[in-house]
């Protein structure tokens, strides 16, 4: 490993670690994180404790036409199908930058949920920069009001990844991009019990 790669590696690490004790200011923890892969395969699971309720979350990350609020790297969300015989068809547009490679991904995936304690997307791949993508969120009322919420993600993308520092770009990605969603998810989720309690909801 060059020594330029290798102050680059202890840049990022240094950014992961200020992001996450950033989160844990803020009332989120994150209890436990893992990237694996398994050739093209991608596996994140994480575990998360927010300081808001299951609904507040819920309402957050069901939000499709306001995603972009939760990461810098969501360039575009939105709604796009809504029927009465199936899933909800969503699209997202995200765009990273890590170390020198950057890459822009593009999905249509179908929405399903169980209000407020599951989401599932599922990357339909003939619209998609994907050969697979699935990602689900588990939440559950924990003490004091707050919410744990179990987040697992799969993907295989449906692009080429350079072979000697992609998979490490990738994973580091995906927990930095990770570390700032949580943040801004509990900042979002506050607001709107900010809201409710001012207006008695």
């Given at each position: ?83 009465d015989d199936g ?48 990602s689900e969120w ?64």
């Amino acid at each position: 490993m060059s020594e330029t790669i290798q102050q680059l590696t202890y840049r990022s690490g240094a950014l992961l670690l200020v992001l996450l004790l950033q989160s844990l200011a803020l009332g989120a923890e994150i209890v436990d994180i893992e990237v694996d892969r398994d050739g093209r395969r991608y596996t994140l699971v994480s575990t998360t404790l927010f300081d808001a309720s299951p609904e507040r979350v819920f309402a957050v990350l069901i939000d499709y036409d306001q995603l972009a609020r939760i990461s810098p790297t969501i360039k575009d969300s939105r709604h796009v199908e809504s029927t009465d015989d199936g899933p909800a068809v969503v699209y997202s547009r995200i765009g990273a930058c890590v170390f020198f490679y950057c890459k822009t991904v593009e999905k249509y995936e179908y929405l399903e949920f169980v209000r407020p304690t599951y989401i599932l997307t599922t990357a339909i791949p003939e619209r998609s920069d994907v050969i697979y993508s699935q990602s689900e969120w588990s939440l559950e009322a924990s003490g004091n009001g707050g919410t744990t919420v179990v987040y697992r993600l799969e993907f295989e993308p449906d692009f080429w990844v350079p072979p000697l520092i992609g998979p490490m770009v990738i994973k580091r990605a995906l927990v930095a991009d990770g570390a700032i969603a949580v943040e801004q998810i509990e900042i979002l989720a506050q607001k709107l019990a900010n809201f409710d309690a001012t207006n008695g909801r």
